[in-house]
């Protein structure tokens, strides 16, 4: 009883009942006209005991009446599972002379969307005696489509920052036709693209998108990609047969949804020795309209300033001051070198928390932050060693060589449209100067960049990890474990095409950072979803998370809006006493973009709205061609066969000889009167007797 039972490509049995003729009619229909018709059911009635079930997604116990009444509908098929449970259901008789249990007979297009097929059920029936008949319905011929996927590079943008969004489109049955691809932003037409399928049965696109400033913080933007068949021109269809346009056009359009924060990139770093590595990292910050840098060093003379912003001022720092919440406040955080002075011992747990739990990114932007040859700095590098992407050494390397690792190859940190490849760029900038020996890098830590002492330096050392990151808990590590980075901004006039690369590297690198970690700038509140498309009915869950889990006046309110503006309230519930966390299961029914609005009037920002896309892409409607090969095979594999429709004789006949065969004339014949019989009895009790005797048993 699936949607794919309607599908009208059956021939009528019988035309001369039917207003229409010789149409076509459903694969149901056909059905109900010839193994379902009331009068072979009485037949089949008369030669078994017949039990009757209806199955899509599930199975049921169904009267020939309730059959008759159905409209299949069905969105999927668990064809394997409804036949073991059909015969689940079945009880055993006594056994017969063939060994045959029972029958089953499947009337069916052979669809299963659930993919549940079990390779060992033939050989089970078969071993417990069923046989299984199967009548296949419908063309197995694939229907026309163009089906259309799409998917943004980063969910996350900053003002002004820009992503790709990527669209693959798949053809089937139109070769040399032309489609027409749209991306369009909020309804508004941004780009169309032509495209001709000759022997390719998909082509990929890329589209070019800028995050706009649009409302408040957390804005979510809605792209929608479509796929258009355009007309047949004049030289393509000259000498064919009219085609059979698209009849499933569901999946011809996909949306991606991007989350625009207009709030600057608030970072902190921390420096004890300052160097140039993180003078020019924070000039570059400084620089950067979408950053805003707090800076705190500690000078020769064991003072602490702070500068913020772009005023270079000088002010000293409060070393009270800085506790958790400071940290929570910064979406970034740069550490330098000797930075025990304000995180050591215990306190490197605030860093730990900081990238774990709260989602915030952490630099390494001079290799190893803590000293050593001090206790504060021993214990603090014991704690960070949690997150950091590395294990390191002790020994210094120097004189070093940068090159690309496969991995950094594709990373969009390492990109350089403007000046070329990265592989180029690192022939022609400076090397590095020196590096601390790493001894081991962490399983979950991705390499960029390596670094190995160039040849006339004598070490022949193996190549180290020079920028590595690291995803931890809810945050990001990101560690350049090299000095020398500096050398790229300050480069001499005949590499002047090259000025840009060191800070576009930064610029990338903080964006990446602030956006890919849980909270976007600026936020104190987020709200996620586990899927951003599904098929109606099915759950997706929502994850409310603070930076703050002691915050007593959090009280998030949640609603789903529909495609039709309908609100339903959702009930969050807290992981935890201690957790930041609140979750929630939302079962969108409505094909069509709903909304899942949160309320937090204490938090930033006081409003978020996610998005969330409900396509009816179910396979029973997509691609509805019959598989009559997966019912002859089962059939076949248990003794049974494929049967027509007109074929319902042979299933009687079957029948009325597995009867025959059950039908026995019993004769009781007794042979312990047998005089023979007798005395081969008595002899073997006799003989037992006097064994018995002779060993003195008796």
Known sequence: TSASMAERDEANPAPQDDEHGGEPITRWQALKRTWLAPSY?????????????????????????????????????????????AMGTARSRDGSGDGIKGVVLLLSDGHDTGHSRDPGLASRMTNEGWRLFAVPVGSARRGKDIALSAWADADFLLADQSTWINATVTQTGFDGRRVRVDLLHEGRLVESRELTFDAATSRKLRFRVTGELDGHAGTIHGYRVSATLLPADAATARGREPEDEERYKENNSRWVFLQVSPDKIKVALFEARPYW???????????DAQVELTAVYQLGSGRVVTITGDDTTQRDADLQGLTPQTLNQYDVVVLGRGVEQFFGGHRAQWLVDYVRQRGGALVLARGRPFDLSNAAGRKAQQVLAGVEPVEWGRQTARDLALRLTPQGRTSPLLQFEDVGSMDAVLTKLPDMLAATRVQRERAASIVLLRQASNRSSGDDGPAMAAVATQNVGSGRVLAVLTEGLWRWAFLPSTLGQYDSVYQVFWAK??????????????????????????????????TVATRYAETEDFAPALQLIGPDGTAQDVALVRRSEQSSRYIATVRPQTPGVHQVVLSTPTMQPAVITGRLAVYDQSEELRDPSARPAVLAQISEATGGRCLGLDQGRFLLDYLESLRQARITDTKTRYVFDRPMVFALIAGFFGLEWLLRRRNSLL
């Open 41 to 85: 059911q009485a037949e089949l009635n008369e030669a078994a005991d017949v039990r009757v079930f209806s199955f899509d997604q599930a199975l049921a116990p169904a009267s020939l009446d309730q059959v008759h009444a159905t409209t299949p509908a069905g969105r999927s098929t668990d064809l394997f599972g409804a036949v073991v449970q």
């Open 277 to 287: 590595d993180t003078r020019f990292l924070a000039r570059v910050l400084r620089e």
């Open 509 to 542: 690198a903080i964006r990446w950072l602030a956006t890919g970690g849980e909270f976007l700038p600026g936020q104190s509140v987020t709200l996620s979803m586990s899927r951003l498309a599904v098929e109606p009915g099915e759950p997706v869950e929502v």
